[in-house]
C-alpha cells in the first residue's frame, strides 16, 4: 500500500533533482570545453594530489558510465569516469579532486567518513527491509496485515528512514569537506586561476546540492511516517 503523502514527497524531490541534476550537467558540459593550467587530465590531477598529501597506497583507474565517479575505501581506488580520467577541463580537474579529497580524508581518518562507512551495511540492511515491506504491503496487504500490524510495520518504516536520514546527513560534511580540499588544493597547485576557480567552486557547488536534496527528501519522508504513527495513536 502506497500513501498518497508518500507519492507527494517522491514527486516533489524527483522533481528537485531532476531539475539540479539538469542544471549539474549543463554546468559540467559547459566547464568541459574549459582547460586548466598545463593541460593535465583528471588522472594527473588525482595522481599529483596524492603525491603531495604523501599517498601511496590509492590508485587512480578509468570506469565506464557518466558523473560515475567515486573513491572506494574499501579497495583504495579513486574510479573516474573516462570524461574525467583523460579530460583537460575545469569539469575533470574539480571532480578528480574531489574524489581525491574523499582520498585524503579516508588517509587522515577523517571522522564523519569513518562514521559514514560504518553506516554503510546498516544503511544496506534497512534497504532490503524496505523493500521487502513496501512489496508486501503492495501485493499482499491482507496477508501481511494477518502477521505484521500496521503500527508495528510503520515503526520499522521510521526506523529505516532514520537510518537513512542519518547517513544522508552524515554524507554532507563528508562531500562539502572534499570539496574544500580540492577547491584548496586546485588554487596552490596553480591547476585553476582566478577565473576558473570561481567556475571549479560553481561545479562542485550543484554537485552537492543533489546531496543536500537527497538529504531534505530522506528527511521528510522521515517526518511523514512519523506523523501517520503519531496520529494512529491519537
Known amino acids: 500500500m502506497i500513501l498518497p503523502g508518500q507519492l507527494i514527497i517522491f514527486g516533489v524531490f524527483m522533481l528537485l533533482s531532476w531539475i539540479i541534476g539538469a542544471q549539474l550537467k549543463a554546468r559540467f558540459k559547459k566547464y568541459s570545453k574549459i582547460p586548466v593550467n598545463y593541460g593535465v587530465t ?57 574524489e581525491t579529497g574523499h582520498a585524503v580524508q579516508h588517509n587522515q581518518a577523517y571522522s564523519f567518513l569513518q562514521f559514514r562507512s560504518a553506516l554503510v ?7 532490503k527491509i524496505m523493500n521487502i ?3 508486501a ?12 500490524s500496521f503500527e508495528l510495520a510503520l515503526l ?18 563528508v562531500e562539502i569537506n572534499a570539496s574544500k580540499r580540492a577547491l584548496a588544493w586546485l588554487n596552490t597547485s596553480n591547476i585553476t586561476n582566478r577565473q576558473t ?20 527528501s ?11 504513527f503519531m496520529g494512529r495513536r491519537d
Open 42 to 98: 583528471g588522472k594527473d590531477v588525482a595522481e599529483k594530489m596524492l603525491a603531495d598529501n604523501d599517498i601511496h597506497d590509492v590508485r587512480v583507474v578509468s570506469v565506464q558510465g557518466e558523473l560515475t565517479d567515486h573513491y572506494n575505501p574499501a579497495n583504495k581506488t579513486i574510479n573516474l569516469s573516462q570524461a574525467v580520467y583523460y579530460g583537460n577541463s575545469i569539469s575533470a580537474a574539480a571532480v578528480a579532486a574531489h
Open 156 to 173: 520499522v518504516i521510521i526506523a529505516c528512514y532514520g537510518v537513512f536520514t542519518l547517513f544522508a546527513f552524515v554524507t554532507l560534511p
Open 218 to 228: 530522506s528527511l521528510a519522508m522521515l517526518l511523514y511516517y512519523l506523523m501517520i
Open 137 to 148: 504491503m503492495f501485493f499482499g496487504a491482507f496477508a501481511f496485515q494477518s502477521l505484521i
Open 121 to 127: 551495511p546498516i544503511q544496506n540492511i534497512s534497504s
Open 197 to 216: 576557480h570561481d567556475q571549479a567552486r560553481d561545479a562542485l557547488k550543484w554537485a552537492a546540492y543533489t546531496y543536500v536534496v537527497a538529504a531534505l
Open 133 to 135: 515491506i513496501f512489496i
